[in-house]
């Protein structure tokens, strides 16, 4: 009996990793990751059989198994999500032009940045706000690009680090901006924050809480893991609760601290990514992505990765 021929799967479309990824200086930015050189191999030998995965440098690997504190099976599972969620979204992840028109708007309505300083433990603190509190200005999944633009940036600038503590500054929010926001597009970025961001994130702080914070969370937390739950940490009457898990001295000098003046630091990122970042993420447009021409199987969608989307459309404010 003739025994069946073998079947090998097409190469993968970008057959040498771009070492200019995650880290745009270069592989240096894994130098403090823990994880065994053996257990990357065994990422990328699972990866080449994976022909729809792009091939990726070891340091992209390394923050990978880092994010997962090492876990191989989690960590497969982090860069499947990752590349699959990156090529279903495209209003997040595609055409990401540093000039263009909704990334500049954008970064008029909010205010994105990267402390300076870490936590003594070693965790960069990143502060998100509005800095535009019209309500009819905000684009809500443009604000989101932004947002991760920027996220990749801050990983790239900092390379293996022991986490991350994001702070959520609810100032000048209202309740018009509730149905300014996209729930698919909300849905989206919560799966990918808590299933794909290859970071370990330590904390999530959402200070000067407004009176409708009951409404803003039932939004949110119907989509948030009990991991990602368990991070939140509200501040309703001032910093002080805020103070005990970070340094005040670390913060910008608007909350008190010895950092820049948060527009400032949004407008040193803002020039970083305008000229350092420019090409970096044009050439992540074509690279970070899936080929599901070359998927094992059956395709993946946005409804597979996201949920399906239709019961997410209305917002009700009571």
Sequence with gaps: MTP????????????????RFPFID???????????????????LWMKRQPHLPVISDA??????HSVYNSIEQAK????????????APEFFKNRDC?????????????????????????????????DHEPSHLHFSDVLKAFFMFADICISEDGVIPGYITIFDLKGVMLGHLPRISLPSLKKFMVYIQDAHPVRLKAVHLINCVPFMDKILAMVKPLMKNEMINLL????NGLDTLFKTIPEEIMPEDYGGKDKHTAELHAD????METKYVDWLKEEDEQLRT???????SKSTQSELFGMEGSFRKLAID
């Design 4 to 19: 069946p021929p073998v079947i090998t799967p097409p190469a993968s479309k970008h057959a040498v990793p771009n070492p």
């Design 26 to 44: 270069g592989p240096d930015g894994a130098a403090r990751a823990t994880c065994r050189p053996e257990d990357v191999q065994l990422i990328r």
């Design 60 to 65: 992209f690997i390394t923050l990978f198994l």
């Design 77 to 88: 599972a982090t860069i499947e999500t990752y590349f699959s969620a990156r090529t279903a």
């Design 99 to 131: 000039f263009s028109q909704d990334v500049q708007f954008s970064y008029k309505t909010v205010h994105l940045t990267s402390l300076n300083q870490t936590t003594p433990e070693g965790y960069r603190v990143l502060l998100c706000r509005l800095s």
């Design 233 to 236: 940490q509200l501040h309703s």
């Design 269 to 272: 990122y803002k020039k970083l």
């Design 291 to 297: 080929n599901e021409d070359l998927r094992i199987g």
